[in-house]
Structures are given as structure tokens and as C-alpha cells.
């Protein structure tokens, strides 16, 4: 019999609804989990056991009275009793949300955020807070607080960022699904690194994840997790039942798509000013997933896009703006990061007509780029230029903290390449991942029209039929 971690998110849902086990059982499950292995991991900042147990008691008491009285599973949540936790950027209420950060008081928070409020609403049951870099801000989840995330497939490695704690506990095992939420990459970029699905919805598709103070309307919430399905299960508990295809998520994400013309591209925006190359490892990856889709019945042909050069600056002073009006008292100011720090002073020193300009730019290169990826059902790039890197690499080699903050961001731009302007386009885009190079995972990165959520999932669902094995830690 598989274990509880096997199972996978709709397999629990399906098994706690129809009372096969439950929602305490379910959860003592995987708070052990994350009891014996998290010191390895850096999975998690802060678990609420406590708390977790008396909300699954709690859903444990509903399906009872629900079962008593005939009204299941009609009336049951649709996540009901699902364990999964949120990256600590996201308020949960009477839990400190650290934001990563040292420079910060760490308070509980009054109330659930917007996102929390959305996924226990349906039901599910929050199990803590998971690693993030400083504000988000980062493609690798490691800060001044708590130790690092780590990557489930090798420990020295970092398991990305922003939403990297998550990924790593959705890898190892901790959590079957999470949700992320993704300004420039930070869903797909822990996703591949870890070797699972990450989806980034389309601009205004989730309510929950917009952010107030995001004036270039970057960010937006998704799920992670092993499959297709269980991204999709997420993804109906987070868009509004009047915005879902018929049916929903879940009951499509099966379903055949059409033949598709996909659009295989190394284009990127970063190029002219952080020229890099693809690893051999992710170009492995990249004709992998191009022979797992042929398989499946799409051509995918080789695409060529045209990115403005100004991009790369106009990017960063809209991505960074938010951090310069951070509060944040003077006397704290030195315990930001080096690359925090140095975004502050440069946001804080760049003026609000510089910030409109950069935002203006944005939306004349979202239209241009749409544009341009219109000649193609979908596009495709690598999900990284690089499989995993080091702990430690990103901000400097010769101890904690001590690298060049341009430095690292270059390497981060490098690394994640293919990301950024998926946001800046608020087009919809999914990293699945296609399998292992020396035993690190690799993956492909599909990017689709507004609106393409569904047809996304499929595709993912495709890639994983065709592939067959699970790319997972041992």
C-alpha cells in the first residue's frame, strides 16, 4: 500500500472525502515528515503543528456531521483536510510572516492574507510558513534568518527562489501541493529546479495573489506541485467558479488537447546586457521535452523573438521599486542582504517619473512581445540556462554574504533567463519538468496565450504520460 506522501493531492482529497482517512490522520502524517527530515532540508521557517492538528480535528468533525446527514461530498470543501503551507511572505493569521528578512519586527500576523483566506476557506489545512529569499526578491531561497532551502535531489544545492521552501517540501515529500506566488519567476524557477510542476496563471486570473504595491502588475499566485492534476486541483480552489472552463481545472486537465504549432526559442531579453549561454544540461532537458511533445503529437518548430535591449533596466526599476518604500527603520538597515540593500538605495535614490517610464515601457514591449509569440499555439524555452546551483553561489563563493550584489543578480539573470518577461506580458506559462541530468532535474517551460491555463495543464499532463517516471528524489 503507498504511503500518505505518494499519494498526491487529489488522491488524498478523493480518499479524505470519501472517509478512507483522516484529516488528523493526514496531517500527523506529514508534520512527522517534516519533523524527521526539515533540519536537512530548510524546507520550513516555522511549523504550527498545534494549530494544524486542531484545524484537522476541526475538518474531521465536519465530514461527520456532513456524513450524518447525507450531504456528502456536496457540501464538503473542495480542498477538504489537504495539508500544504505558505511561503513566508503570505500573512497567516497569529503566525509571524518574516518576509525573510532580519531588518524586520517579527510580529503574528492580525488575519489570513488574501491567499491564506482563499485555500483554507476550501478547506485546507495549513501546516507553516516556508523559505523565501529576502522580500522575495531572489531566484534562491536563502537568507539571514533561518537556514537555507535546500534541493530534495542534493542537499548542497539550492532548491531556487522565491517560492523555494515550497518547492523543496512539495519535492521531498512534506506537502503534496503548495501554493506559490510568482513576480518574475519565483514559481517556475523553484518548480524546475526541484523537478516539479509549477504553473503561473495569467495577470487576473487570482484574485488572491495580486499585490497593491505592485504597480507593474507582475505578481500573481499558482500552484506547485508533482503532476498536472494536483496543479490543477489547487488551481480550481483559487480561481472564482465564473472564471474556470466548464467542468473546472481538474476535470480538463485530462482531456486531449489539440495539435499544436510550438514556438522552441533561446530568445531572451536578458542576453543583450548579461550575455550567457544554455548549459548542456538544460539544452538535454529543453530536447527532451521537444521529443516527449512530437510524441504526443505536436510540431514544434524553431522560433525566433525580437526583444527591445532597454528591457533588462526597465525590468529591475519596476521589480525593485517596492523594496525602496519598504518601512524599515534606519538603525536596521544593516542587516538587509548586500543585494537588498543595494536595490533599496537604488530605488530610493531613482525617481517616481523614472518608475512611470519604466512601467510605461513595459506595457509597449508586453504588446510587441505578445505579438510576436502569436505566430505560435504556445512557446517554448528551457526552464533554466542551468540545473540547480550551490548553496552559497548566487551571493558570493568565499563565505556568507561577502559576493558582489550586481554580481549575483547577473547570475541570477543568467540562470533564469526565460522568465521575467512572462510576468511583464501577464501571459500564462507552466515548467514541467522533463527529467535528470546527472541527477539533478531539467525542464521545459511553456508559455501560452492569455487565457491558457487549461490548455497549459494538458500539455503538462502530455509531457508526463510520455515521459512516464516521476522525476523525484530518492
Not at 533596466?313 to 548586500?338: C, N
Not at 521575467?420 to 496565450?449: F, H, R, W
Request: net charge neutral; hydrophobic share 45%; proline share 8%.
Amino acid at each position: 500500500m503507498a504511503e500518505l506522501h505518494d499519494l498526491g493531492a487529489v488522491a488524498l482529497r478523493d480518499g479524505l472525502a470519501a472517509g478512507d482517512f483522516s484529516a488528523r490522520h493526514v496531517t500527523t502524517h506529514f508534520l512527522s515528515r517534516i519533523a524527521a527530515r526539515n533540519h536537512l532540508l530548510g524546507a520550513f521557517v516555522t511549523v504550527t503543528a498545534e494549530q494544524a492538528l486542531l484545524d484537522a480535528g476541526n475538518a474531521d468533525i465536519l465530514h461527520a456531521r456532513l456524513r450524518q446527514a447525507g450531504r456528502l461530498p456536496a457540501e464538503l470543501p473542495p480542498l477538504h483536510g489537504v495539508p500544504l503551507a505558505f511561503k513566508d511572505l503570505t500573512d497567516v493569521a497569529g503566525v509571524v510572516t518574516t518576509h525573510g528578512s532580519a531588518a524586520l519586527d517579527h510580529k503574528p500576523a492580525p488575519a489570513d492574507g488574501a491567499l491564506a483566506a482563499a485555500l483554507k476557506g476550501a478547506g485546507a489545512i495549513s501546516l507553516g510558513k516556508t523559505q523565501v529569499p529576502e522580500f522575495g526578491l531572489t531566484a534562491y531561497s536563502e537568507n539571514r534568518i533561518a537556514p537555507p532551502s535546500r534541493n530534495p535531489h542534493a542537499l548542497s544545492r539550492s532548491s531556487g527562489g522565491s517560492s523555494g521552501g515550497s518547492a523543496a517540501a512539495v519535492a521531498a515529500g512534506f506537502l503534496p501541493f503548495a501554493p506559490g506566488s510568482d513576480g518574475g519567476g519565483s514559481i517556475r524557477i523553484p518548480a524546475a529546479a526541484c523537478g516539479i510542476v509549477g504553473l503561473k496563471p495569467g495577470r487576473g486570473l487570482v484574485p488572491a495573489g495580486e499585490s497593491p504595491g505592485d504597480a507593474a502588475r507582475l505578481v500573481v499566485a499558482g500552484p506547485l506541485a508533482r503532476n498536472a492534476p494536483d496543479a490543477a486541483l489547487m488551481l480550481d480552489a483559487l480561481v472564482p467558479w465564473e472564471s474556470r472552463p466548464d467542468g473546472g481545472y481538474l476535470a480538463g486537465v485530462r482531456r486531449e488537447p489539440p495539435r499544436l504549432r510550438i514556438g522552441a526559442s533561446l530568445d531572451s531579453p536578458w542576453s543583450g546586457i548579461f550575455p550567457f549561454e544554455a548549459g548542456p544540461e538544460a539544452l538535454a532537458g529543453l530536447n527532451r521535452g521537444i521529443a516527449l511533445l512530437e510524441a504526443a503529437g505536436h510540431a514544434v518548430f524553431e522560433a525566433a523573438v525580437r526583444y527591445d535591449n532597454r528591457y533588462p533596466d526597465a525590468f529591475t526599476a519596476a521589480w525593485t521599486s517596492g523594496v525602496g518604500s519598504a518601512r524599515i527603520l534606519p538603525q536596521r538597515e544593516a542587516l538587509l542582504t548586500p543585494l537588498t540593500r543595494t536595490f533599496r538605495k537604488r530605488a530610493q535614490q531613482r525617481s517616481a517619473r523614472k518608475v512611470a517610464e519604466a512601467v510605461s515601457f513595459l506595457r509597449r514591449f508586453s504588446e510587441d512581445t505578445v505579438t510576436q509569440y502569436g505566430q505560435w499555439d504556445v512557446i517554448l524555452t528551457p526552464a533554466l540556462a542551468q540545473t540547480a546551483r550551490p548553496v552559497g553561489w548566487f551571493s558570493g563563493t568565499g563565505g556568507e554574504w561577502d559576493g558582489d550584489p550586481d554580481d549575483d543578480y547577473r547570475r541570477q539573470c543568467e540562470f533564469a533567463p526565460w522568465s521575467s518577461m512572462v510576468n511583464v506580458c501577464g501571459l500564462p506559462a507552466v515548467s514541467i519538468p522533463t527529467g535528470l541530468e546527472g541527477g539533478l532535474p531539467t525542464g521545459i517551460q511553456l508559455i501560452g496565450k492569455a487565457g491558457s491555463e487549461l490548455l497549459l495543464l494538458q500539455l503538462a499532463a502530455q509531457v508526463e504520460e510520455q515521459r512516464g517516471t516521476p522525476v523525484l528524489p530518492v
